[in-house]
């Protein structure tokens, strides 16, 4: 099961309580070419946004996408990033895929939302 954290409730007021959900260990899978890639990162979902969080790889990387229709989507918003990130995904059938266009370069990237270390 997800973890579901709280943030402070005297932080808060009554109608403004956050339920986070946490996905831990969740692997990113990304293909381009004949290159392929894995990283392991962390999904939280926080009311309607679902939020990547990937240290690996050319990281790090946070993208808070944000619900549009039935895809999410946003670019990374690291600090002091030099490379342009931007990524767009879909829940089809339990598997989350989309694109990741990193400085220029297209992805398709895919994860599934459990806790299980992979």
């Excluded at 339990?94 to 939302?113: A, I, M, N, Q």
Aim: aromatic letters at 12%; one cysteine or more; hydrophobic letters at 35%.
């Amino acid at each position: 099961m997800p973890e579901r954290d709280q943030v402070d409730e005297d932080d808060l007021d009554a109608d403004d309580k956050l339920e986070v959900t946490k996905f831990s260990y969740v692997r990113f899978c990304f293909f381009r070419n004949k290159e392929d890639t894995e990283l392991i990162g962390t999904v939280l979902l926080r009311n309607g946004d679902m939020i990547l969080d990937i240290p690996g790889g050319d990281g790090p990387y946070l993208i808070v996408g944000k619900l549009s229709g039935h895809v999410y989507g946003g670019p990374s918003e690291v600090r002091g990033r030099i490379k342009k990130v931007d990524a767009k995904w879909a829940d089809v059938e339990g598997e989350h895929v989309g694109t990741w266009v990193e400085d220029g370069y297209k992805y398709l990237f895919s994860f599934v939302l459990s806790n299980q270390r992979g």
